[in-house]
């Protein structure tokens, strides 16, 4: 079912969402609030989904961003998302493969690329969800991890930085693929969801033609004891201004 939710407390912002496919969740709230910004980065989110990220980092920046989503259905979402925050002169989303974006944009073309991408491989007796929408959004069916940063390697200007909310589990899957396109692991954030408790995501980024140096930067806790959410991840939720 369709709906229009609040996007958190972010200015006042509104989200369509349909319960059927997929809410936003806290990883695109932590993948905006990681990445860093100013006004005068073109920015490109990939498989934007009903466009969170760029939401978020609307309020965050003045600077242009691209939304790119594969599935028809959610592209829809994500330009009435934009349409009800009139922010189509910021925000432009694009119903096409991620893959493709190598022919439509030159070499060198962004400052910045975000993305929540899906975070499991399809492998023999890989359990997918029956949903195809779903199951593409969750499962690496029409996108996989290598094809974000070939298509990273070529669109990202020199020095340019591609930003990633993943499982804690592909960690070396993600580091390895980095290099092997030319993106130097950077920076590093794990989220726990309780303080005693193992990752489950991990926030990383990386650098077109990078020099070595690599920091693991101050660790997200989700949830005190009780379960609440820490202060941190509050502030999170409380949004900001241009």
């Not at 972010?10 to 990681?34: E, G, P, R, T």
């Not at 600077?63 to 979402?77: H, P």
Request: hydrophobic share 40%; aromatic share 8%; charged share 25%.
């Amino acid at each position: 079912m369709e709906v229009i939710n609040d996007l958190l407390n972010y200015s006042n912002l509104k989200i369509f969402q349909n319960s059927d496919w997929f809410n936003f969740s806290l990883d695109s709230v932590l993948l905006a609030n990681f990445v860093k910004v100013n006004n005068k980065m073109k920015i490109i989110d990939f498989c934007c989904g009903n466009a969170p990220v760029p939401l978020f980092l609307s309020t965050k920046t003045k600077s242009s961003i691209v939304g790119v989503e594969l599935q028809k259905e959610v592209y829809e979402l994500a330009m009435k998302s934009i349409s009800i925050n009139n922010l189509n002169n910021q925000v432009t989303i694009l119903n096409m493969d991620v893959k493709d974006l190598i022919n439509k944009y030159d070499t060198d073309s962004f400052d910045l690329i975000t993305c929540n991408p899906p975070y499991f491989k399809i492998m023999s007796g890989s359990s997918v969800n029956k949903n195809e929408i779903k199951a593409v959004a969750r499962h690496e069916i029409s996108i996989s991890l290598n094809d974000i940063f070939k298509c990273a390697r070529k669109i990202l200007k020199n020095n340019g930085k591609i930003a990633l909310v993943h499982r804690a589990d592909r960690l070396i899957d993600i580091i390895i693929l980095m290099r092997q396109n030319n993106i130097e692991p950077k920076r590093l954030k794990i989220v726990y969801p309780f303080s005693n408790s193992t990752s489950n995501l991990i926030l990383i980024e990386g650098t077109k033609n990078g020099k070595p140096g690599f920091k693991i930067e101050k660790n997200i806790i989700v949830h005190n004891e009780d379960g609440s959410y820490t202060s941190e991840i509050k502030k999170m939720f409380d949004g900001g201004s241009k």
